[in-house]
């Protein structure tokens, strides 16, 4: 990016439900870039809105008895509603039903008609009213929408199009010069692939007798815009007569950001639009994962979603912010779970960072008389390395927030406060206060702590706006803090102290018992083996070592973390695996891993187990060993199943895996240990 200025976008949301966790973290991660680059000293502007055409809309008014405009003059309030609740502070919130847009949107259709470049043709094929786009038969899945999984119905019409197949070769060629324009990594290859294909032309009208809520034709009064062709022009439409101060247009938008299951439409199609326009592309198009929960997509169709106003309810606004960018590695998938979120919140904000905080200020309360300590004359080795540690983190901290690393961003700051508590266990302030010949070290040993704090509550403003600025209160902090507060030695000598209670009390919870399998079942039996593939590797973000996998098992895809870096990623892909898919979800360094690969421990390194020709999802058992599969897997468990190689067979307890019936084979020494 260059100069100082940062323009964020998050996609436009339908206004035909209420929002669910997937906008609610999109809209989130914006705004917390948003606010850190305002804290690096950009010029920022962030953009939100609602998405309000098309045959949905047209469909859920009419059953409601309502017009269009009364039925997304409602549903984009909730949107609103909901990023005041969040405290999301974006500066300007389009909807496509505004007249600058409409305009906008014909004046870019007139243009692209005039030079021949939308066309109308005979069009027929099956289409989806839920996804509202067309699809050829060889898409379509079990006679459903292959992105829905909605009935299509079988039309034929006349329409326009937009001559979309001209651009495929420029968008791949742009996409290769600009290796940072689709982020992460496997989101461009997955583009890169798409467009390797043949690129069909756009479909960007339908007739208003078919559907007439949506922006006209400026060229035929018979046919509307199709709502994709309007609603992606809406990035640049809402700042095309906007600047920033030094005269700068504010298009292209620096970061855009989207759920990846909307990626073809903002990677294909509104790339090629601007280019048949002859608009600047976006600089960065960011694609994160989707919030699972269950093991599944969180959908209202599913039952399985999360609202996220009923967490805010119970625990604060804050905690809410926190948990959805602390567990989500941008770019991979998460879990969200009642279990999850408690134990997150009681380990890095209750136990630590709240602890530390109230640790601090009721030394400077009781025993400085309510006053932030002056900086000390003479630091110690323990106060410099603090120090020391800090500064580092700070660095640490700005670069992986640069680059849209949040996840490993936060957890360097909670290793900043898990450095000020193991400091002050250390230096012990409770048993110095106690002689009044060390007050000088009391002093010492309060400025450095709650510097070390303030310097990490800075770092966490942006995630949590408003818990910071009351622990900042409490170690006497009460301006906005910017980037020139980051160096070490901001803390105000001198001012009062605001009171303060715990800033994050403990969530308490009913201990759930784990549930037992009765003692003569076989720990082999308790195993839930599956045939896998594996679909996608990345780079674990904060682990040399270890990769982060997507498995297919069937009727889901996995996220596995696999110590497999013996293989470059290429001679993983597609390659037959066998997972335990019942083994505990754990967290491997920020990212969370449902389940286990079997490998055999060579002396070479590992080699992953194969189920034969088995398909992803198939089933495998131990000979003669009725399944039960312990729902939630220990890893003590897994041990306990003794998984070796006896014989050339792969054996769990003595008794042989099967794999569609036949054992599992694997040439290694007797004993060769599965893992």
Not at 189 to 202: A, H, I, S, W, Y
């Amino acid at each position: 990016m260059s100069g100082k200025h940062f323009y964020v976008t998050t996609p436009i949301y339908y206004a035909n439900d209420k929002p669910h966790i997937g906008h609610a973290y999109t809209t989130l991660l914006a705004d917390v870039l948003a606010r850190y680059h305002r804290l690096l000293g950009y010029e920022v502007f962030f953009l939100t809105g609602t998405d309000e055409h098309g045959q949905k809309v047209e469909q859920a008014a009419r059953k409601r008895g309502v017009s269009p405009e009364e039925h997304v003059d409602e549903y984009h309030r909730r949107f609103k509603d909901l990023w005041q609740r969040l405290g999301i502070e974006y500066d300007y919130f389009i909807r496509t039903t505004d007249k600058d847009h409409i305009s906008f949107v014909q004046k870019c259709l007139q243009e692209l008609y005039d030079r021949g470049e939308i066309v109308l043709r005979e069009y027929e094929g099956w289409y989806s009213v839920s996804e509202e786009r067309f699809f050829q038969e060889d898409e379509l899945v079990d006679g459903k929408d292959p992105i829905g999984h909605k009935p299509v119905e079988w039309i034929s019409e006349k329409n326009y199009f937009f001559l979309m197949s001209k651009y495929r070769e420029a968008l791949i060629e742009h996409i290769e010069k600009h290796p940072d324009f689709i982020l992460p990594q496997t989101r461009k290859n997955e583009v890169l692939g798409f467009l390797r294909q043949p690129l069909g032309d756009l479909c960007i009208s339908r007739p208003r007798a078919r559907l007439a809520w949506g922006i006209p034709l400026p060229f035929d009064a018979d046919f509307v815009t199709y709502v994709w062709f309007d609603a992606l022009l809406n990035y640049e439409s809402a700042v095309v007569q906007r600047s920033y101060k030094d005269g700068t247009p504010l298009w292209p938008a620096t970061y855009h950001l989207l759920g990846k299951d909307i990626l073809t439409t903002h990677c294909v199609y509104w790339p090629t639009m601007l280019l048949a326009l002859g608009h600047a592309l976006p600089c960065h198009i960011f694609a994160h994962g989707w919030w699972l929960s269950q093991g599944a997509k969180q959908s209202k169709s599913s039952g399985n979603a999360v609202d996220p106003l009923g967490y805010m309810d119970l625990y604060g606004v804050d905690t809410v912010r926190y948990f959805l960018l602390r567990d989500m590695v941008p770019g991979q998938d998460a879990s969200f779970s009642d279990e999850q979120f408690k134990e997150r919140i009681n380990s890095d904000l209750a136990n630590d960072l709240g602890n530390a905080l109230q640790r601090v200020h009721v030394f400077l309360a009781r025993s400085l008389d309510g006053k932030v300590p002056r900086p000390p004359a003479n630091a110690g080795t323990a106060e410099e390395a603090l120090r020391a540690f800090t500064e580092d983190s700070i660095r640490k901290v700005m670069d992986l927030i640069t680059s849209l690393r949040l996840s490993p961003a936060l957890e360097a700051v909670a290793e900043m406060v898990r450095q000020v508590n193991r400091y002050l266990e250390k230096r012990a302030p409770w048993q110095v206060v106690r002689d009044p010949e060390r007050k000088e070290e009391l002093n010492t040993i309060l400025y450095t702590a709650a510097e070390a704090l303030r310097c990490a509550l800075i770092l966490l403003g942006p995630v949590m706006p408003a818990k910071v600025a009351t622990g900042l209160a409490m170690l006497g902090v009460k301006t906005q803090p910017t980037l020139l507060d980051l160096a070490w030695g901001g803390l105000p000598s001198g001012a009062p102290v605001e009171p303060g209670g715990p800033l994050f009390p403990r969530i308490q919870s009913e201990a759930k018992k784990e549930e037992s399998p009765a003692p003569d079942v076989l720990p082999a039996a308790q195993l839930d083996l599956r045939a896998g593939r594996i679909v996608e590797v990345d780079d674990h973000p904060s682990a040399d070592k270890l990769y982060v996998l997507r498995v297919d098992l069937g009727s889901e895809t996995r996220t596995i973390v696999a110590g497999l870096k013996a293989f470059r990623p290429e001679d993983l892909i597609e390659r037959t695996c066998v997972a335990v898919a019942n083994l505990k979800a754990a967290r491997l360094r920020g990212v969370e891993s449902h389940g286990m690969l079997l490998a055999v421990s060579l002396a070479s390194g590992p080699e992953l187990l194969s189920p034969g020709d088995a398909k992803p999802g198939a089933e495998l058992s131990f000979q003669g060993v009725v399944r039960q599969p312990e729902k939630r897997l220990t890893v003590e468990t897994l041990q306990a199943a003794k998984l070796e190689v006896r014989s050339g067979r792969v054996t769990g307890n003595g008794c042989d895996l099967l794999s569609g019936g036949k054992p599992v084979l694997f040439d290694a020494p007797d004993g060769t240990e599965v893992r």
